[in-house]
């Protein structure tokens, strides 16, 4: 495969990846993640490292994609300078954390993990579950606790935090438009660490392939960056004019056979 095929694949990746993200409101990763899977095993990566592969590169697209919606929730005032400072040491730690820990397991095990993940978050989306809303924010060593939380869990499966980061934020007080906009900029330390220590966890492994460097294969990044923002756009547009309830329904259907895909 020409380098010129695999660059316009990877953009058709991050365009399909894009649209979906904006249109069922759900970021990069749970869509991403599975995507780069795909395209790796088509392109011959060895399926031992696919999957460190797969999360790494979602991670670093995160720290541009991610950022950018940071910034425009941040210019709309919608993110708590005191909830992001008390959960940012947990986030960054967390992230490292993550990553060892996937770097620690075989490339089967952790696709296994992330099928159930997958799985659960289709079951919830699915069953319609919201953010338990709260009062007041706890102290910090508990937020650091939970930072420690959502950086762990969001770095292992190549997320960004939102997924776990709005409901944490909702039960501690946060509108939901608080809870989106600091969730946004959680997932921007999340990322960087992550993506950072993948480059650091997988350089030199002989099984890595042309383009990549560390757990990071950078024409993926290209592409899925180049494409996707503009794409989630038109999804974000698309999903405004489409029931909500078909929405959720239709990711979560989504959500459940790309998790059982990883499992058998």
């Known amino acids: 495969m020409t380098l010129a095929l ?10 399909v990846a894009g649209l979906m993200a904006g249109l069922f409101g759900v970021g990069g990763g749970l869509v ?9 095993g088509l392109q ?8 460190h592969l797969a999360i790494g590169t979602s991670l670093a ?7 950018s919606s940071a910034w425009a929730h941040y210019q709309r005032g919608s993110v708590q300078r005191d909830a992001f400072l008390a959960l940012l040491p947990g986030l960054m730690l967390g992230a490292v954390a993550g990553v060892f820990v996937a770097g620690a397991l075989s490339g089967g095990l952790l ?3 992330f099928g159930i993940f997958v799985i659960l978050m289709a ?9 338990r809303l709260g009062r007041r924010m706890p102290s ?5 606790v939970a930072g420690s939380v959502i950086g762990g869990v969001s770095a292992l499966f190549g997320i960004g935090g939102g997924t776990l980061c709005v409901p944490w934020l909702s039960r501690c007080g946060a509108s939901m438009a608080q809870a989106v906009g600091t969730a946004a900029a959680c997932g921007m330390p999340i990322a960087l660490f992550g ?5 650091a966890v997988g350089w030199n492994d002989p099984r890595l392939p042309a383009g990549a460097t560390g757990f990071v294969m950078w024409p993926a990044f290209l592409g899925i960056v180049m494409a996707s923002v503009p794409c989630a756009r038109i999804g974000a547009r698309l999903a405004h004019s489409l029931p909500a309830r078909v929405l959720r329904l239709s990711f979560a259907g989504l959500l459940l056979l790309v998790g059982l895909t990883f499992l058998f």
């Open 6 to 15: 695999t660059l316009l694949g990877y953009l058709a990746l991050g365009a």
């Open 111 to 113: 696709g296994t993990l």
């Open 195 to 199: 993506a950072v220590t993948f480059i």
């Open 44 to 51: 011959g990566v060895d399926a031992g490292i696919a999957m």
């Open 123 to 131: 079951s919830r989306m699915a069953m319609g579950f919201g953010p």
């Open 61 to 67: 697209t995160i720290v541009i994609t991610g950022g």
């Open 32 to 40: 991403i993640v599975p995507a780069l899977v795909f395209a790796f």
């Open 140 to 144: 910090r060593p508990v937020m650091g």
